[in-house]
């Protein structure tokens, strides 16, 4: 009814009255009625909805999705999105929105987002997924009726109201400081501030024509009284603007909204507050109302001065009020407030939010407070880089470094406050960007590290003696020729790091560096002069969280130094000292450090702060008997506590107390429960055990009330010192409060069993003096007596010593064997069980920890019994009593109590847990990277020798490396691993190679007196191949698998897994580092091994951080990729004829003028990619590059000259994994380069050609490549090498009845087994392996079921049938199989350069040779026999020169076959009759390919696929790897055209030339061959029983040579289908109504592929894969075959470019979908070229796709001033001169945000102009055009999107060409003048003239005006004239 309304009233209208008619043609006017019915239609309702709110802009949010209404649930919504919704339902702004749970589960749309707020409609900026039933809701309240508009916010614009559906602005007459206060109030906003016309510019149309009358207290604008306006118009300008504020104080130009100058608001302005009248108290109440902390600095000028007035009150505020403007005020008792005096505060960060755990107040675990109440941070989805910058900027900590989520023990659920977040990371305080959304139970944690996490390092200075003077006031000052030391320190937050103190000096400054020792730095000079004079400072930097971190000093005033000098001075005696200041008059005190009145006066409080300091220790040890035993205490704020320890205590932190109590060497330790419990310290501690006070590893904070006793035993009177632990080293003993090092000469070994004993050690195992190095100072004036069974050195009798002196060298050292491990059940003390003594009792340990083989690594070390050869945890036959061992060791400990402690709540806990430890007990390797490389050692008399170079050869290499668990031997050096100490080994090893051990070995007395220095023999075996990547493409990528006994199954993960593990697992692999590594659900369980890991990422090997704990069934895969994922590139040279010579030294050499081609090549692996050619000569570096195409480039250079002399090398580089991965050639220097030459040359007969080189002349051997001395030298070993290298090879056949027939077998690992493919064998591989054994072609192949399982090498190959050996396509593994795989080889005869195996140049093998054969010595007959032998079917073409010419001598005999032999040598030869063989006349042969056929098909062509093998036909079963690319093949072998489908094959048409079987040149079947079809007989309705034909989509593109044109005759019938038929030939003919079809009129078509679509991606080039199968869309389900190459197909399919990424996801319910097995190399057209579908099953699992071009084209047009276009020329548009003008860059709305690039190209200079997208457009404005605007412009549109993952994208529009021309309005208005001048005297007489003439000449003038018209009119009018003609003439 509304379109013919409106049609009716434009009816009624001139179109003089339409002024701004947007209607301007007939066919825009025809169009009215439907675009009213469409605007009408998509009117009628949205897709999301507000109810139960009572009105339809308020409610619960609903959204309509799958036609299904249901309410709405976002993870994340704020009032952006809230926003959105109020503009998509015309409600005005967004007033509030909460999140609430509601009474019940309902199903809800999940809505993902990220609006900016400025979207039209909630899907711009946001996802919908089916989500899970929830109680959760999401509310809205939008303010209906009026709305800010144009402002800065929803608080802030031009005053619209709602009228008559739609909005108009409002007159400022018409609107009061009263209105204004209600439209604040309404929306939220608090109170008006501004209130002004024009503020925010000027509305579109009509203005509201009431007056408001609010009273102010009204809540809706449209509650208060109205009446007619009194105004008449609204003049321009006068649009109500509105400014909303909510706040009456603020703090400005502070660094966040809790500091700067204090402003207050006053008569709508902010003004500053005067120092004088603002206090402490009026503070606390502003940092209060701005939900800060407590005020921590008042000062006036604090953050500068305001401008203009002042606040004119003084308040009064009592501390407690909520608002500032709830204080009393007075009149201010100051006249004027002086300059700097504006107030400035800064209140402390409010305090709900902080870091813990994390060893400093800016690292760790996010807490919250919230209602009072402190709780870890849970944050499901939004949490980010962003969000954490926030964290950092509200604790004053710097700039977010990492971040991360993660969970916790499951087991141990937490309080925590469930946070959303919408961060920009510009915010200043956690809450401004996200909400708290309640309290939950989880496990999940959020980490944050922030950059200024270090506390601020000190820098001090002391000096040598009246080596310094404060009698300047410059400085601190040193005596020249001096000592002076400037220390560095830090207060203990995280163990080591280094120094930097850097030197600034007037023309200089120097660095100098040195590793921080307990928590500082000393920097020595020894003798100052006028160099060392400048400033110092000194920069703290340290490695922690993978990041380095710095801190650096402030600068170095003289006062502050000068107090440290006091300090120094003052430290003993104190009181004394203090005194003795007080009395001596002030020039008698000559080196008093203390020169000003300002430090006299600081000398009594600095002497009361080190009375303090000096008192006491803030550690003890209580009611253990002595004060260095018993529990561990400590004093912290003034109150001793037991000490609580979360971490692992263990003897590295006894060790410091022990040390800081000065109580020796640490003896025992234990943590147990005491009686009651007791207030406590909690310490987070990280000791390394040489820290000299227990606060420098670890901060002291609250504890709780605890059982937990933590006791430490110290020797008190003895100590080792210097050694590896506390059971070796320098015997020490305490002698007035010092220690003092003992004479060897005193002490003997029943002292030393005391010692041992006294320090919980083993029996004395080494005693001698200097071992542990000399001490310092006196020695022990006594000897030791010691009867052996004392508990205590002190305890033995002494006596005076009998000697003067200790000769140097004689300190005793001692080393104590760790008795409180041992290993049984092993068959030896160095393999078995593990246990552990612990209070006089043996019991097997029970580790709770991930034990791995650093924990083995100990307990081999402290046994003394080498290297950990293995370890493992297993379930025993009983349960038995353990020892319960809590440990954190990093591997280096050389005693299991060094790390670790005895769980004192695990006493009497029984379990069947068995930890077993094997090491290797007489052998190890020492001082390498891991286990598994270093310096030999053997044990020989309790002590490791090194063993020499001469006394040890490969075999006893591998002996040892077998031994030791390693793999093969890969380097024997000498001195490869440093030299040892001591003796060496005395005998020469004698290995076969096969010992278990090397002490099983034979051995002989060595021939050699001494082993000359640097041949202590190294050693590095390969690791163990216990851990392998599958399925990623390399080696180096892929989805971890682990062996463990013996067999391999993908790691299940006990622990999680981080990018550490993945470290070492590229490390033991030899991958470089890792990339990335991600857990995820697989497709199925699968057995696994489940891993149990510890690794801190510098570990070589994953089982010294992890081991083998259970074994399960599991879904969840482990995935790695290291960064050496790619094959090492190849490089070669080729040049034109002669072009090539290698008669000098310097290199491979090209010859001047000649082409010469670089190719650079890589293995298959991944597709696509680039190589990168660089050429460095003398004075230049150059790059070329070129994209691979089938994974080589080829840079060709036309001719050479002295230019292209120099180095050259190949970088390939490829994107994939979301990552760019590159890898380089070797160099190519000229001997490798002419050893290559030499090897090509040696191949065949490589005997007989070194004899040639032996007894030619080398003059006479005119090409030889080997041109230098060194180079003949090197012939002889070449040729042995050759000869070696062509002996064999690692593949054979066997059982075959020769050794080109039979089983395939291939050699790993020095082992022949039988070959068991894990991808289906075929041809391909055949051909390789005939080539690789140089047995002719491949004739057959077959697997069939041998009689029993056999050991096997599964082989996973991808071979292409071009490569040279089956290593090249395939990688081997461990297997069983009774599997077989036969081949069998022509042997003697192949067809090469050919299509296939059935078609080529027929080449015979000779004297180890291929030759050529003469076409005259070879005829049908030959050629049937040489097809049989090829399992071909019968010859089809026999033909000189049809596939090329051979090199090299032919065949010299002529065949005379009978044509049943099987094989050709069969045949009977004789001499041929040729003297030569003419050239183009080596034979060619094509067999035709009989062993497949389709039957029951109704054709020839179609049916069901049956081969022939074995002389049967059967039809063919090829399981989920059939698909589109083998029925091309087997249509292609029938000569049946194009493959349809894979059951159905037509034989009538086929599309050729085109990118895919969907487009090209149409070619129908006509008398067994393939014709054109003439553009002229074939039609659109053709055209669509084509595409059906062909299973393509519907016909999109139609024309005559659009593929090119075919060869020979075209089809002679016109085609007449209806559009119905389903096959082209079941359409109607005709006789062809031409004669001729001229050139360019062969039809192409192009058929649509619609089979496949991306959805929910924001573009038709992003989303979830979907496929039409049946008629019907599913999303698409792969399994393990999708990658990376399926996505490529499916982009290129959707001409949407490249892929960009792909992934697999788990959805949240299961859907049906159809089952796609892809096998896709990258390279199709289309999905259906390289895959199967399959039945439609049930899956959670998702496919998403990513292509380059997501993004639409944008547009671009142009717009200018009135007048200033003309578009009266062709070559394009213009503007006018010194007009503006605005080219407008635009896009439809895809993704938010994004900016525009406008590209403009002149005719010598080339700009880029960028500006931000709003509402997805930019306008460029040009304010004067002139002729440097003249050109060409384009815009690209660039928007970044996180998807599958985060990338630029971009698109580019068509080009705009713009000229600038000279204004032509003047000359155009004087033309108009002139004719209408011209004009108006003729027209008056011609109407009389015409009014009076008779009829006749009526007729006449009429004919006259018609030819006129005609001359005028187009072909249209002139043809109306004559029909006006006739009429009159018939009349």
Same mark, same amino acid.
């Given at each position: ?149 144009? @402002? ?8 619209? =109201? ?18 204004? !206060? ?33 009273g102010g207290k009204e809540s809706r604008l449209l509650d208060c009284d109205t009446s007619d306006s009194g105004r008449n118009t609204c003049s321009p300008g006068s649009a109500v603007e509105l400014t909303c504020i909510s706040e009456s104080v603020r703090l400005v130009e502070g660094a966040g909204w809790c500091s700067g100058r204090v402003e207050v608001r006053s008569d709508e302005s902010w003004v500053s507050v005067c120092e004088a ?66 107030? @400035? ?330 009686? !009651? ?63 003092? $090092? ?180 007489? &052998? ?65 090893f004698q290995c076969g190679g096969k010992e278990s051990r090397l002490l099983a070995c034979d051995t002989s007395d060595s021939g050699r007196n001494t082993c000359s220095p640097g041949s202590a023999v190294g050693l590095t075996c390969s690791e163990s191949s216990d851990v392998r990547l599958l399925d990623g493409g390399s080696r180096c990528a892929g989805r971890v698998e682990m062996k463990h006994q013996e067999e391999w199954r993908q ?25 990335? #590594? ?52 190849g490089i070669s040279l080729s040049s034109s004829m002669l072009g090539v010579s290698q008669d000098q030294q310097q290199g491979l050499q090209v010859f001047r003028d000649h082409s010469f081609t670089i190719t650079c090549s890589i293995q298959p692996q991944y597709p696509g990619g680039s190589f990168h050619l660089t050429f460095t000569g003398s004075n230049t570096t150059l790059t070329h590059t070129l994209t691979a195409v089938n994974h ?63 007894? #030619?002349?080398?003059?006479? =051997? ?279 489908? #894979? ?88 006789? $062809?109504?031409?004669?001729?079809? $001229? ?12 089979? &496949? ?156 102009? #960028? ?22 412009? $384009? ?38 003048? &002139? ?55 018939? =009349?």
């Open positions: 009814m509304v379109p013919e309304i409106l049609s009716m009233k434009a009816d009624k209208l001139n179109e003089s009255e339409v002024f701004y008619s947007p209607v301007e043609t007939q066919s825009e006017r025809e169009m009215l009625p439907v675009l009213m019915l469409v605007v009408m239609f998509w009117s009628t309702g949205s897709d999301v909805r507000l109810v139960d709110g009572g009105s339809r802009c308020a409610g619960r949010v609903e959204m309509k999705h799958q036609e299904e209404w249901r309410r709405l649930y976002s993870y994340i919504w704020n009032v952006k999105q809230a926003a959105v919704v109020c503009r998509e339902l015309d409600c005005g702004s967004a007033v509030s929105t909460r999140e609430y749970d509601g009474d019940e589960d309902r199903p809800v749309w999940e809505f993902v987002s990220d609006c900016a707020g400025t979207e039209s409609d909630l899907r711009e900026c946001g996802h919908v997924w089916d989500g899970v039933n929830t109680s959760s809701m999401v509310e809205v309240i939008c303010s209906e009726s009026v709305r800010l508009v144009e @402002g800065a916010g929803w608080c802030s614009g031009r005053v619209e =109201v709602r009228s008559d559906q739609s909005w108009v602005s409002v007159c400022e007459a018409d609107f009061d400081r009263l209105d204004a !206060e209600v439209v604040c109030r309404q929306l939220g906003c608090g109170a008006p501030s501004v209130l002004q016309g024009a503020l925010y510019g000027e509305g579109k149309g009509p203005l509201w024509d009431k007056e408001f009358q609010c009248d603002f206090d402490r108290l009026d503070a606390e109440v502003v940092c209060r109302q701005l939900g800060c902390g407590a005020p921590s600095a008042l000062q006036g000028a604090l953050y500068g001065e305001g401008k203009g007035p002042l606040w004119d009150k003084e308040f009064q505020c009592g501390g407690k009020e909520s608002r500032l403007l709830d204080c009393d005020t007075s009149d201010s008792a100051r006249n004027t407030c002086s300059p700097g005096s504006a107030v @400035g505060l800064t209140c402390s960060e409010s305090s709900d939010v902080r870091l813990l755990d994390g060893g400093s107040r800016c690292a760790g675990r996010v807490e919250m407070k919230h209602q009072e109440e402190w709780r870890q941070l849970f944050n499901r989805f939004t949490w980010n880089m962003e969000t954490a910058a926030v964290v950092c900027r509200q604790l004053e900590c710097g700039s977010a470094v990492s971040t991360r989520g993660y969970d916790g023990d499951e087991n141990r659920r937490h309080p925590a406050w469930w946070f959303e977040s919408d961060c920009a990371g510009t915010e200043s305080a956690l809450r401004e960007c996200g909400h708290l959304k309640g309290g939950v139970n989880s496990s999940s944690m959020v980490d944050v590290i922030c950059s200024d996490l270090l506390f601020q390092p000190g820098i001090s200075l002391s000096s040598s003696m009246l080596g310094v003077s404060q009698d300047q006031q410059q400085g601190l000052q040193v005596f020249r020729d001096h000592s002076f030391t400037i220390t560095c320190s830090i207060q203990p937050q995280y163990p080591g790091g280094s120094f930097h103190l850097t030197f600034t000096g007037s023309n200089t400054t120097l660095t100098h560096t040195l590793t921080a020792v307990n928590h500082s730095a000393n920097f020595l000079f020894p003798a100052a002069d006028h160099t060392h004079q400048g400033n110092y400072s000194c920069v703290y930097e340290v490695y922690v969280f993978s990041h380095n971190f710095t801190s650096e000093t402030n600068p170095l005033p003289a006062f502050i130094i000068r107090v440290v000098v006091v300090l120094l001075t003052l430290l003993t005696p104190s009181t004394a000292l203090y005194l003795c200041f007080k009395s001596t008059p002030q020039s008698e005190v000559f080196y008093s450090p203390v020169e000003t009145q300002s430090e006299r006066e600081m000398l009594p409080v600095l002497m009361l702060v080190v009375m303090f300091w000096s008192t006491g220790s803030d550690v003890r040890l209580v009611d253990g008997g002595s004060r260095c035993a018993g529990r561990v205490e400590m004093k912290h704020q003034e109150e001793w506590r037991q000490l609580y320890s979360r971490d692992y205590w263990n003897m590295k932190h006894a060790a410091v107390v022990c040390r800081q109590l000065d109580c020796g060497s640490a003896v025992s330790i234990r943590k147990y429960d005491g009686d !009651e419990d007791r207030p406590t310290w909690s310490f987070e501690s990280d000791c390394a055990g040489t820290e000299s006070d227990l606060r420098e590893c670890g901060p002291v904070g609250e504890g709780y009330n605890s059982l937990y006793v933590a006791e430490v035993i110290c020797s008190e009177s003895v100590r080792l010192v210097e050694g590896a632990g506390w059971c070796s080293g320098r015997v020490e003993v305490r002698s007035d409060q010092s220690w003092v $090092s003992v004479c060897e000469a005193d002490f003997d070994r029943l002292d030393a069993e005391v010692v041992c004993r006294q320090l919980g050690c083993g029996a004395p195992s080494v005693l001698q003096g200097a071992l542990y190095g000399e001490g310092k100072g006196p020695l022990w004036d006594k000897e030791f007596q010691c009867g052996g069974k004392e508990s205590r050195l002190l305890d033995c009798d002494t006596s005076d010593s009998g000697r003067n002196t200790c000769s140097p060298g004689s300190a005793v050292g001692l080393t104590c064997s760790g008795s409180d491990v041992r290993l049984v059940d092993g068959g030896s003390r160095c393999a078995g069980r593990v246990e552990i003594k612990h209070q006089e009792e043996w019991r097997q340990l029970y580790s709770s920890d991930y034990w791995s083989m650093k924990y083995a690594a100990i307990v081999c070390r402290q046994l003394d019994c080498g290297s950990a050869v293995s370890t493992r945890v297993y379930d025993g036959d009983e349960d038995r009593p353990t020892w319960g061992f809590k440990s954190d060791c990093a591997g280096t400990e050389s005693d299991l109590r060094e790390c670790g402690y005895v769980l004192e709540e695990f006493n009497g806990f029984n379990t069947s847990l068995i930890v077993e430890v094997i090491c290797s007990e007489s &052998v190890r390797l020492v001082e390498g990277a891991g286990l598994c490389s270093g310096r030999v050692e053997v044990r020989s008399d309790e002590s490791w020798v090194s063993v020499c170079e001469a006394d040890f050869d490969r075999l006893d290499a591998e002996v040892v490396c077998r031994q030791l668990g390693c793999g093969a031997p890969s380097v024997l050096q000498g001195a490869l691993y440093g030299e040892g100490k001591g003796p060496l080994w005395d005998k020469e790691l299940y993960s006990w622990s999680t897994w981080v990018m550490e593990h993945a470290a070492v697992v590229c490390r033991q692999l030899d991958c470089g580092s890792a990339v990335s #590594t991600r857990e995820y659900g697989g497709d199925e369980h699968r057995p696994a091994w489940g891993f149990e890991s510890d690794c801190a990422g510098t570990e070589s090997d994953l089982r010294k951080c992890g081991h083998v704990r259970f074994t399960t069934n599991s879904s969840s895969v482990v995935e790695v990729i290291c960064s050496d994922l790619l094959f090492q590139p080589s480039a080829n840079f060709l250079f036309p001719a050479a000259d002295h230019t292209h002399q120099g180095n050259y090398s190949c970088v390939y580089e490829v994107y994939v994994f979301s990552h760019n991965f590159t890898s380089e050639t070797n160099p190519l220097p000229a001997f490798i380069i002419r050893v290559v030459v030499v090897l090509l040359t040696l191949l065949t007969p490589s005997t007989a050609l070194y004899l040639c080189f032996k007894s #030619t002349p080398q003059s006479e =051997v005119f090409y030889s490549p080997v041109e230098t001395q060194s180079e003949r030298e090197m012939l002889p070993v070449l040729m042995l090498v050759v000869m070696f290298w062509s002996t064999g090879s690692d593949v054979r056949l066997v059982d075959g009845g020769s050794r080109c027939a039979g089983r395939v077998e291939i050699k790993h690992q020095e082992e022949w087994r039988q070959l068991d493919s894990m991808v289906p064998w075929s041809m391909k591989q055949a051909v390789v392996v005939c080539r690789q054994l140089d047995c002719g072609s491949a004739v057959s192949i077959r697997k069939y079921d041998g009689d029993e399982d056999r050991p096997a090498w599964e082989f996973g190959s991808t071979c292409a049938g071009t490569e040279s050996a089956l290593r090249e396509c395939g990688r081997v593994y461990e297997g069983i199989s009774g599997d077989v795989m036969e081949v069998i080889c022509s042997e003697s005869v192949r067809l090469v350069e050919g299509a296939g195996w059935c078609s080529g140049r027929v080449e015979v093998r000779s004297d180890e040779s291929w030759v050529s054969v003469c076409e005259a010595d070879f005829d049908r007959m030959d050629a049937e026999v040489v097809c049989r032998e090829l399992g071909c079917g019968a010859p089809s073409v026999l033909q000189g020169a049809l596939y090329g010419e051979g090199k090299g001598p032919l065949w010299d005999k002529e065949f005379q076959c009978g044509g049943k032999e099987s094989r050709l040598l069969d045949c009977d030869t004789s001499d041929s009759a040729r003297n030569t063989c003419s050239p183009g006349s080596a034979v060619g042969l094509t067999c035709s390919g009989s062993d497949v056929r389709l039957v029951d098909g109704g054709s020839r062509c179609a049916g069901r696929v049956e081969m022939k093998h074995q002389e049967e036909w059967r039809q063919l079963d090829s399981g989920s790897t059939w698909s589109m690319e083998h029925a091309a093949v087997v249509c292609k072998q029938l000569d049946c055209g194009s493959a349809v489908s #894979t059951r159905k094959y037509r034989e009538s048409v086929r599309l050729v030339e085109g990118a895919g079987w969907c487009s090209g040149r149409v070619e129908v079947r006509s008398d067994e061959s393939w014709v054109s079809v003439c553009e002229a007989d074939f039609d659109r309705l053709d055209a669509e029983v084509v595409c059906r034909q062909l299973g393509c989509g519907a016909p999109s593109v139609l024309q005559g040579a659009l593929y090119g044109e075919g060869k020979g005759p075209l089809w002679d019938k016109e085609f007449q289908c209806g559009g119905k038929e389903s096959r082209l030939l079941d359409c109607d003919t005709s006789d $062809s109504a031409r004669n001729t079809c $001229s050139p360019g009129s062969a039809v192409g078509l192009t058929c649509s592929g619609p089979n &496949v679509r991306l959805v929910d991606g924001g573009s038709r080039c992003a989303g979830r894969v979907e496929i039409k199968h049946q008629e019907e869309w599913r999303q698409l389900y792969s399994g393990s075959t999708w990658n990376t190459e399926t996505a490529a197909v499916v982009c290129r399919q959707l001409d949407c470019g490249s892929a960009v990424s792909t992934r697999g996801y788990e959805d949240d319910k299961y859907n049906p979908v159809w089952k796609f097995e892809s096998e896709c190399a990258g390279t199709e057209s289309a999905l259906r070229e390289c895959g199967k579908i399959h039945k439609g099953i049930h899956t959670s699992t998702v496919w998403e796709v990513t292509c380059s071009d997501l993004l639409f084209q944008p547009g671009i047009s142009l717009s200018s001033s009135m007048l200033g276009v003309s578009q009266d020329q062709q070559q394009g548009l213009q503007v006018f001169r010194d007009h503006s003008f605005t080219i407008t860059c635009s896009i439809q709305p895809q993704y938010p945000g994004g900016s525009f690039h406008l590209t403009f190209t002149g005719s010598n200079t080339t700009l880029r102009h #960028t500006l931000t997208g709003v509402h997805h457009s930019a306008n460029f404005l040009f304010p004067a055009a002139d002729h440097a605007h003249q050109g060409n412009y $384009s815009c690209v549109y660039e928007v970044y999107i996180i998807s599958i993952i985060s990338h630029n994208f971009t698109s580019e529009s068509e080009l705009l060409s713009l000229t600038v021309a000279a204004n032509p309005l003047p000359a155009f208005i004087i033309r108009v003048v &002139v004719v209408l001048l011209t004009l108006l005297t003729p027209s008056t007489a011609l109407y009389l003239y015409f009014k009076t003439t008779r009829k006749p000449a009526e007729r006449e003038s009429m004919e006259l005006v018609s030819l006129h018209s005609s001359a005028e009119a187009g072909p249209g009018e002139e043809r109306a004239a004559q029909r006006m003609e006739q009429e009159e003439s018939a =009349v």
